[in-house]
Structures are given as structure tokens and as C-alpha cells.
């Protein structure tokens, strides 16, 4: 019974260790952050991301109905930011400055170390920002929850599951020790149990949305197929994230702390933009 509440206890700690480090949710727990706790927190961070997905399909609902559709995407962009704590966006602009720099790789490498923020990282995020906003605007001016903007609860769960991968799948670029250091021994039954979780909140989301669905009044587009649903993400994820991740491993030697988020900030707004592409052509 020791043993099986000792196990049941650790997971529990991995689980919040994966909400606190990728969100700012008000979780008052003190969790001793050792490696084994890094490692075993990648499995759940696609549920942090279907938590953070799910407070942003709300908030955009929400938003809509007081609101016209540009404020509220603006509005529901910085609670995006908020929930993350800028967290990626960090990590985005610190490759930027890095990557952009066209120097040598351990320049680039010390560039990105520098705690203050240079042009291309600037650029790059407003850039960034710019799109990701433009993007919210369509989809809340597709008809809200009834039309493509439902997909946007599912797109933080594959973003977060690909830094999983991405931390197994490429080498870790510096020599001395960095927050990414922390998930070097992550394997690939870590990338493995985290993607079933992907899987299991994809799907549980879809089906859910669908019992909605079915009593209400709402008229959702024909593209209906939970499984095709899932298999468009998965795939969209692995495609754009392994060309997206082999590009900054080839400029760096490999990836960072800073380049995993900027692997999940690209991600996101990459799968918001296919997600904007179909609904334009299938609402």
C-alpha cells in the first residue's frame, strides 16, 4: 500500500511540476524539482496544454459575446500570454537574436545566453504576435465555438507534446548546463506515454464538443471525423515541427531551453494558421 501511494504521490508531483512550469495557474504546491521530476513532467504536458486550451476556447467565447471580434482577439492573445507567463515567448525572441545574428555557432549560442533582448528578437516577436492575433480575428469571426475556432482548444496540446519529442528527437546544444539540461534524460517511452496523453485529450475534446454539438442548434462544418481530426494535428505537428527543429539543430548544433519554446511558439501558430486556411475553405 506505502509502495502504491509512494508512486501514485510522484506522478501526482510530475503532473503539477508540468502545470507550474508551463503555466501560471495558481497551484500553492512546493515541489522538489529534481530530475527525476523534469523528466517524468514531459509526459503530462500535453495536458497542461489541453487545460490551457480550453481556458482560451472559454475566454473566447466569453470575449464574443461583450466584445466585437478585434478587441477580443486582442484581449484573448494577452490572456494567452498571461496563462504562459511568456514563457515561449522568451524562448522565441532569445533564438531569434541568436539564430538571426548570422554568427558563428558559439556565438550564437553566448547571444541567446544575454538576459536583454536585441532587434531580431524584438522584430521577430512582434512579427510573431501580429500574425497569431490576425489569426484569432478570423477564427472568432467564423461564428465563435460553432465554427473552426473550436480546433483552438486542441492546437496547445500538440505544440507542448512536440517539445517533448523535440527534447528527445535532436541533441542538446551546449556543453554546460542550461534549464533544458534538466530533460536530458528524457527517453522515448517519455515521448511515447506523452503523446498517448496528447491522443487521449484530442480525442476526449472532440468527442466531447460533439455531444455538445448534437443538442444544440450550432451548425459545425462536415469535417467531423474525430479520427481525421486527430490524425490532421498529429501529423501537422510532426511535419512542421521536425523541418522547423532540424533548421535551428543545423544553425546551433543542436537544440536549448530557449529553442524548445520557440519550437511550441512557432507550432502554435502554425497549426492556428492551417486551422484558418480549412475553415475558409470549408465554413
Keep these: 500500500m506505502h509502495t502504491t501511494r509512494t508512486v501514485l504521490l510522484d506522478w501526482l508531483r510530475a503532473c503539477i511540476a508540468a502545470f507550474q512550469f508551463l503555466t501560471r495557474l495558481p497551484i500553492p504546491v512546493q515541489i522538489d524539482y529534481t530530475d527525476r521530476v523534469f523528466q517524468r513532467s514531459v509526459i503530462f504536458y500535453p495536458l497542461a496544454g489541453f487545460v490551457i486550451g480550453l481556458l482560451l476556447l472559454l475566454a473566447g467565447e466569453g470575449l464574443s459575446l461583450i466584445l466585437p471580434a478585434m478587441p477580443a482577439a486582442v484581449l484573448l492573445l494577452g490572456f494567452w500570454v498571461v496563462l504562459t507567463g511568456g514563457l515561449h515567448l522568451d524562448g522565441l525572441m532569445d533564438t531569434a537574436d541568436g539564430i538571426l545574428s548570422h554568427r558563428p555557432r558559439e556565438q550564437m ?46 492546437v496547445p496540446i500538440w505544440s507542448r507534446w512536440f517539445m517533448v519529442a523535440a527534447i528527445h528527437g535532436w541533441p542538446y546544444a551546449r556543453r ?108
Design 109 to 154: 549560442l553566448e547571444i541567446m545566453k544575454d538576459s536583454r533582448v536585441g532587434a531580431m528578437g524584438v522584430i521577430v516577436c512582434v512579427l510573431h504576435l501580429l500574425l497569431k492575433f490576425s489569426l484569432l480575428y478570423t477564427l472568432l469571426g467564423t461564428g465563435g465555438i460553432g465554427g473552426g475556432y473550436f480546433l483552438l482548444a486542441i
Design 176 to 283: 554546460d548546463s542550461g534549464l533544458g539540461s534538466f530533460f536530458r534524460g528524457v527517453t522515448i517511452w517519455h515521448v511515447t506515454l506523452s503523446g498517448l496523453v496528447a491522443l487521449f485529450t484530442t480525442t476526449l475534446f472532440i468527442e466531447i464538443f460533439s455531444m455538445w454539438q448534437a443538442g444544440s442548434s450550432v451548425s459545425l462544418f462536415s469535417f467531423t471525423n474525430g479520427l481525421t481530426i486527430t490524425f490532421s494535428f498529429a501529423t501537422s505537428t510532426i511535419l512542421t515541427g521536425w523541418i522547423v527543429a532540424t533548421y535551428i539543430s543545423r544553425k546551433l548544433g543542436g537544440l536549448t531551453g530557449d529553442t524548445y519554446g520557440a519550437l511550441n511558439e512557432l507550432l502554435e501558430t502554425l497549426l492556428l494558421l492551417g486551422i484558418t486556411i480549412f475553415t475558409a475553405y470549408h465554413m
